[in-house]
């Protein structure tokens, strides 16, 4: 439990630099990082299949889509970037602020121990997430088909030059 | 229930809720569309990891494991399309601010 407390304490301080960093690169690669820690958390929680899947598409694909996006939009200058980087840091200012005032009213409400109630599963039910997906979900498979067909359609457009 | 998935509830709990609220302050507190687009990811995470402690905590794992990747298939089509909307944009108004959007206003 310990080390879990230390992953999660490590996943916040990712995700709070993601928030703040003033540069979006900075911003991208805190958000791969927070990706890599919530894999590790995925995995203790013995979900080893959904870890793999973070790791490979959080991790790696879309911080890749980010950056390319990135490349394809910002030209800052030194000064513009000075500028942004007052600016960003005055918004977001008050985040660490937040997320204490926030970390307190959820420890005082744990301190209630408030009963949770949360269904039990069936006594046959499956535990093989491949059989789940494959055999049980046919509906979820045809959603990932079409989305996946609207995200190359969303590449194309991505990566497509300007004419003229 | 028993006692040790109770606890890990409560472990993961507070910090599930302290990433999803990080990534709304991203949303909302900055003009620049990419970084929108960051927050909505930072949410999203938030929401993978607690759907594997709902199915960590009711011992059906393969079920939350299966949406993950339904979710995370999903989360990819979402910054492929975003992302290409943003390079759209950028291309006709030479500029991320959405306070430069201007064109729907009635």
């Not at chain 1, 899947?53 to 000075?82: C, Y």
């Not at chain 1, 744990?110 to 059989?131: F, H, I, K």
């Not at chain 2, 606890?7 to 990534?23: D, E, I, K, N, R």
């Not at chain 2, 507190?29 to 909505?40: E, S």
């Amino acid at each position: 439990m310990t080390m879990d407390l230390f992953l999660l304490v490590f996943l916040l301080i990712a995700a709070v630099w993601t928030v703040m960093a003033a540069r979006l690169l900075a911003s991208v690669i805190g958000f791969a990082v927070t990706s890599a820690i919530l894999t590790i958390l995925i995995f203790r929680l013995n979900a080893p299949l959904a870890g793999v899947f973070e790791l490979s598409v959080g991790a790696g694909l879309i911080p890749v889509l980010f950056v390319a996006t990135i490349g394809l939009t910002q030209r800052l200058t030194r000064e513009k970037l000075q500028a942004r980087r007052t600016d960003h840091l005055r918004k977001f200012s008050y985040l660490p602020l937040v997320l204490a005032v926030l970390a307190v009213l959820v420890l005082a409400l744990s301190r209630l121990y408030l009963p949770v109630n949360v269904a039990q599963p069936q006594p046959g039910v499956e535990t093989d997430p491949r059989v789940v997906l494959w055999n049980l979900r046919h509906m979820d498979i045809l959603g990932q088909i079409l989305l996946l067909l609207a995200g190359a359609f969303g590449v194309v457009q991505l990566f497509k030059e300007k004419k003229g | 229930m028993n006692d040790t998935a109770i606890q890990v509830l409560w472990t993961y709990s507070p910090f599930v809720v302290m990433l999803f609220v990080a990534g709304l302050y991203c949303m909302l507190g900055t003009y620049n569309l990419i970084r929108v687009l960051i927050g909505a990811e930072l949410c999203n995470k938030a929401v993978t990891l607690l759907i594997i402690l709902a199915g960590h905590a009711c011992g059906n794992l393969a079920l939350a494991q299966s949406i993950v990747v339904t979710l995370l298939a999903i989360e990819v089509v979402l910054v492929v399309v975003a992302g290409g909307v943003i390079v759209c944009l950028y291309r006709h108004h030479g500029s991320l601010d959405v306070r430069n959007l201007r064109n729907l206003k009635g």
